[in-house]
């Protein structure tokens, strides 16, 4: 069973930059799918990015496409989302969490699909 950590958010100025990372604290990554979402109150969890296990194949929704990188290191076992020109709109809890498979439908996957989830890690981006 995958434990995934998320770390990195904070509080930052609209046009700054953070980096998030999700870890696995036991078993490796290799294998999974990762996918980054974002919850904020009120609203339904979004799909941000994912990336393939090897981590040829990445997608990214529409509102951070040109901001936004995925990344992966497995030999660390870490995923990382690279956030530049942060607007206040992305403000959110960020999770990250792995699917044994990549979307091939063009979307990010499917909340239900996704097997294992991180505890959140909080971004606001406020002046």
């Known amino acids: 069973q995958l434990q995934l950590v998320e770390s990195g958010g904070g509080l930052v100025s609209p046009g700054a930059s953070l980096r998030l990372s999700c870890a696995s604290s036991?078993?490796?990554?290799?294998?999974?799918?990762i996918g980054w979402f974002r919850q904020v109150p009120g609203k339904e969890r979004e799909g941000v990015s994912v990336?393939?296990?090897?981590?040829?194949?990445?997608l990214y929704a529409d509102a951070v496409k040109g901001r936004f990188t995925i990344s992966r290191d497995n030999a660390k076992s870490t995923v990382y989302l690279n956030m530049n020109s942060l607007k206040p709109e992305d403000t959110a809890v960020y999770y990250c969490?792995?699917?044994?498979?990549?979307?091939?439908?063009?979307?990010?996957?499917?909340?239900?699909?996704?097997?294992?989830w991180g505890q959140g890690t909080q971004v606001t981006v406020s002046s």
């Open positions: 990336i393939s296990s090897s981590g040829y194949n990445t």
């Open positions: 969490a792995a699917v044994p498979f990549f979307p091939n439908d063009g979307s990010l996957g499917y909340l239900y699909e996704y097997k294992y």
């Open positions: 036991r078993d490796p990554l290799d294998d999974w799918t």
